[in-house]
């Protein structure tokens, strides 16, 4: 073997972490790989120590000494489980009710009375969640259709919420959530539209209302790949998830989104990201990342 090729070998097999499990550049390598492959998670270079403190817990639970052991049963049949598993560990789920604030006043200002007369017309309302983490995002849009329209749930109102991750999903379908993440949820919307559900360790807890419960429907759904709804939404929020993609990906899924949009339909995207490329000739920059689709061209 020559000389470089040896110490690049060494290189894969030394240590990036030295912790209570060993994590070499090859297992960085191939779970970054598998993060990109299943959820289009751009990990990069510099991420191992993300990667390891949010996988040391899935290494514990399984009995494993090392990354090694783990990168081995990832490429197993029977790894197929705790591929999603790993996957679900390394997505951020930050969320909170009313995060930026301005697009639910935009929605409520802007969008959401037209849509009122449209529901009580008969016609379907449709408004999609996309990467909805433990819910506080679609709850929250549900809350400001809610306040223009109080009877929405007996109307064909819905609004999708969809994650790649089913352990905030099923907290979003359980909708309980406790007196620090009510925190942005104004005293009378709370007395409204939720139930007191009890206490946890933090203090009480919170159900959502029967209400505010029907209007939201929880999917899985993993923005890379294929989507089985035809639209049209009047609205999608899709925001702080594809930051966490390459350019190339956001820009697509930004362009998957033009043909399910509703003529005049609305994309709210996250304080972080901006559109550009391939999607930004369908949209006029609305408000603050609010985007509104332009008439005329088609996808
Ligand atoms: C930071 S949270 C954003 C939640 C919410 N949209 C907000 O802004 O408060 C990002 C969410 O994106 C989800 N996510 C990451 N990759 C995904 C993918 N490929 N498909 C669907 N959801 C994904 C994660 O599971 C996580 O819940």
Redesign the pocket.
């Known amino acids: 073997m020559s000389s470089a090729l040896a110490s690049s070998g060494r290189n894969r097999e030394a240590s990036l972490i030295d912790g209570e499990f060993p994590l070499t550049r090859d297992d960085y390598q191939q779970i970054a790989g598998i993060a990109y492959a ?4 751009d990990l990069g270079e510099g991420k191992a120590s993300l990667v390891y403190s949010r996988l040391a817990k899935r290494l514990r639970a399984l009995h494993m000494e090392n990354f090694r052991s783990y990168c081995q049963l990832l490429s197993r049949e029977e790894g197929v489980e705790e591929r999603q598993q790993m ?2 560990a390394l ?6 009710f009313f ?2 604030p301005h697009h639910f006043e935009h929605m409520r200002a802007n969008v959401l009375p037209q849509l009122a007369s449209r529901a009580r017309s008969g016609a379907p309302v449709r408004i999609w ?6 819910g ?2 679609p709850y929250s849009i549900a809350l400001s259709i809610l306040a223009v329209m109080p009877d929405a749930a007996s109307r064909n109102v819905r609004v999708l919420a ?4 089913p352990n ?1 999903l099923r907290k979003g379908d359980a909708g309980i959530y406790g007196e620090s993440a009510m925190e942005p949820v104004p005293k009378e919307v709370r007395q409204r539209w939720f139930v007191p559900h009890g206490t946890d360790h933090s203090g009480k807890t919170w159900r959502v209302g029967d209400d505010l419960r029907k209007l939201v429907v929880f999917r899985k ?5 294929p989507w089985p709804m035809r639209g049209p939404f009047q609205a999608i ?5 594809l930051i ?2 390459k350019e190339e990906t956001q820009v697509e899924i930004w362009r998957r989104f033009v043909p399910l949009l509703a003529p005049a339909g609305r994309l709210y995207i ?1 304080h972080s990201e901006r559109l550009f490329g391939a999607a930004s000739p369908f949209f006029t920059n609305e408000a603050i990342t609010t985007y509104r689709l332009k008439e005329g061209p088609s996808a």
């Not at 299943?38 to 998670?41: T, Y």
């Not at 969640?129 to 433990?134: D, G, K, L, Y």
């Not at 969809?162 to 991750?165: A, K, L, P, Q, V």
């Open positions: 299943d959820a289009g998670i996957v679900a997505t951020t789920n930050v969320t909170r995060r930026e969640s996309a990467a909805c983490s433990s506080e995002e969809t994650d790649i991750d905030v759904l993993n923005l890379i790949g929020m899709c925001r702080n998830a966490y993609f996250g």
